[in-house]
């Protein structure tokens, strides 16, 4: 089946244009049946593959989007996009089908960068991407991962593009945004962007709302949810790039024992900074992309469905490592400030942990990067308040005590850095 990737919208953060294209009165209560048979119409083809774990977080995910009673042009965002990451389900399935090739490769050994949001994982990130024996999947691969990205087009892909106009378009209507998070598709993306494949996503009640489903991710562990995400990176490793996979979400957090069973030599980087800085950045950073898409956002709520969640997921982590020492020998803890401080020392620590080689060509790309790329300037341009959220220092500290008291020596901010 001929196919144009520039015909398949982003199923990331934001406003899905397809989606306001379509006549709002025209869109029906969302039924997963019917959502399924329209991928299913959509593709030409009907089977989703052995494994249907991701099907519980779909229809978490349809029930709850309807449980809002939600206005006529969020259901439609939620129907397009719902479709699409069926219907790149049903065709990566089709491709398993036709090459057992795919989902037969290793995914050996990955360094993966895990703390929770705002605590310097993208610095770090970025920083460990420039390793030349590195390969990170990109933000429009992971919006975007079928048909399989090809080597010998993988810079003029035309997904790029595609994807790059979403960006602009919230930089139009947020240009904070730009002091808050890089915006280049082309650069590292994050997993939880990939876990939209499987609904287990803490993108959804970013985008939507849906508070019933992030109810719903705070009171489990999606099954699969690795079985998925293995399967992207072999989607990408097949006819793309090559090389040790980078990667960073803090949605990691949540289920550090499913991470390392589906990698087994997995490297963990854990970045710390104070949870009130962390939740108070993170809650800024959410309400810069509800203005971009036009959404209306309760600032307060938005505090607080931050603080619910990654107070949850810092507490997942903690009694991991507490309970698997094959986790807690895995990784190494640094601080926000440290990573800030000294950039490069900080990957030196990294590479000395893990035995791994620190050569003089990633050296020289650190520098240059630190001193022209624009996603190292905008450390520290970054303003909100813990108060400006309604996140109260004092319950912060008082649910995460255990984490203060283990982690404190590493919580100390830069007097000027509050991004």
């Not at 029906?28 to 959509?42: F, K």
Request: proline letters at 8%; aromatic letters at 8%.
């Amino acid at each position: 089946m001929a196919h144009d990737p520039a015909s398949e919208s982003v199923h990331g953060t934001g406003t899905d244009e397809m989606a306001l294209a379509e006549a709002p009165e025209a869109i029906a209560p969302l039924d997963p049946d019917a959502l399924i048979a329209d991928a299913q119409a959509q593709t030409g083809y009907a089977d989703f593959g052995p494994d249907l774990s991701f099907m519980t977080g779909f229809r978490e995910l349809v029930k709850a989007v309807e449980a809002m009673d939600p206005p006529p042009q969020l259901r439609a965002t939620a129907k397009a996009n719902i479709t699409k990451i069926l219907a790149m389900r049903l065709r990566m399935a089709e491709d398993d089908r036709n090459h057992p090739e795919i989902a037969a490769q290793d995914v050996v050994a990955p360094l993966i960068v895990c703390g929770l949001p705002r605590t310097g994982t993208t610095i770090t990130y970025d920083l460990l991407c420039l390793d030349p024996a590195a390969r990170a999947p990109t933000e429009w691969e992971w919006y975007i991962p079928w048909p399989a990205p090809e080597k010998a087009t993988f810079d003029s892909d035309p997904r790029i593009g595609q994807v790059q106009a979403i960006y602009e378009n919230w930089l139009a209507h947020a240009p904070q945004l730009r002091d808050i998070q890089r915006m280049d598709c082309t650069q590292p993306g994050e997993c939880n962007h990939g876990m939209m494949m499987h609904f287990a996503s803490t993108n959804f009640p970013a985008e939507l709302g849906v508070p019933d489903f992030a109810e719903w991710l705070l009171s489990t562990v999606a099954e699969g949810q690795y079985r998925t995400h293995k399967r992207l990176l072999q989607q990408f490793q097949w006819k793309g790039p090559q090389g040790r996979w980078t990667l960073k979400s803090p949605q990691h957090l949540f289920d550090l024992p499913g991470l390392v069973e589906a990698y087994p030599g997995a490297m963990l980087v854990w970045t710390h900074r104070d949870p009130v800085l962390t939740f108070s950045s993170l809650a800024s950073m959410i309400a810069a992309f509800l203005a971009a898409v036009g959404a209306d956002k309760d600032l307060k709520a938005v505090g607080r469905s931050v603080f619910e969640t990654w107070s949850e997921g810092l507490e997942r982590g903690l009694k991991a490592r507490d309970a698997r020492p094959d986790i807690a020998e895995r990784i190494i803890d640094l601080g926000h400030s440290e990573v800030v401080a000294d950039p490069m020392g900080t990957i030196r620590r990294i590479y000395t942990r893990f035995d791994l080689p620190f050569t003089p060509e990633h050296e020289a790309r650190i520098t240059q990067f630190l001193a022209q790329n624009s996603a190292a300037q905008r450390l520290g341009k970054h303003k909100h308040s813990a108060e400006q959220f309604g996140i109260d220092p004092d319950e912060v500290h008082e649910r995460l005590a255990p984490y203060y008291q283990r982690f404190g020596h590493l919580l100390t901010p830069l007097p000027t850095s509050v991004g």
